[in-house]
Nanobody, 121 residues
Framework: QVQLVESGGGLVQAGGSLRLSCAAS????????MAWFRQAPGKEREFAAS????????YYTDSVKGRFTISRGIAKNTVYLQMNSLKPEDTAVYYC??????????????WGQGTQVTVSS
């Protein structure tokens, strides 16, 4: 079993920055690819960014490209999402996921509990 715990969410003004963290524990394989999803109020959960474990290849949905950066920590059981130039439409619950693949081919196996990000205008 794998446990994922997100942190770093909060309230920020438009144009500001936040860094989300996801700590993985349990029987996590070092070969898991990692991703961040988000779910805005009244909307379905959507893919935001992913990072493949072996190649380090990253993939971003168009709406966050150039503003968000997904990275892996030195400890390798932590993944981050650096979010810059935040917009009100980025307001959502952000979920960390461990799985396989990248981008539209990403298949989640595990989810964290989510962390709220609220961007005020």
């Amino acid at each position: 079993q794998v446990q994922l715990v997100e942190s770093g969410g909060g309230l920020v003004q438009a144009g500001g920055s936040l860094r989300l963290s996801c700590a993985a524990s349990g029987s996590i394989s070092s070969s898991y690819d990692m991703a961040w999803f988000r779910q805005a109020p009244g909307k379905e959960r959507e893919f935001a960014a992913s990072r493949m474990w072996r190649s380090g290849l990253t993939y971003y949905t168009d709406s966050v490209k150039g503003r968000f950066t997904i990275s892996r920590g030195i400890a390798k059981n932590t993944v981050y999402l650096q979010m810059n130039s935040l917009k009100p439409e980025d307001t959502a619950v952000y979920y960390c996921s461990a799985g396989t693949g990248s981008g539209t081919d990403y298949r989640p196996a595990y989810w964290g509990q989510g962390t709220q990000v609220t961007v005020s205008s």
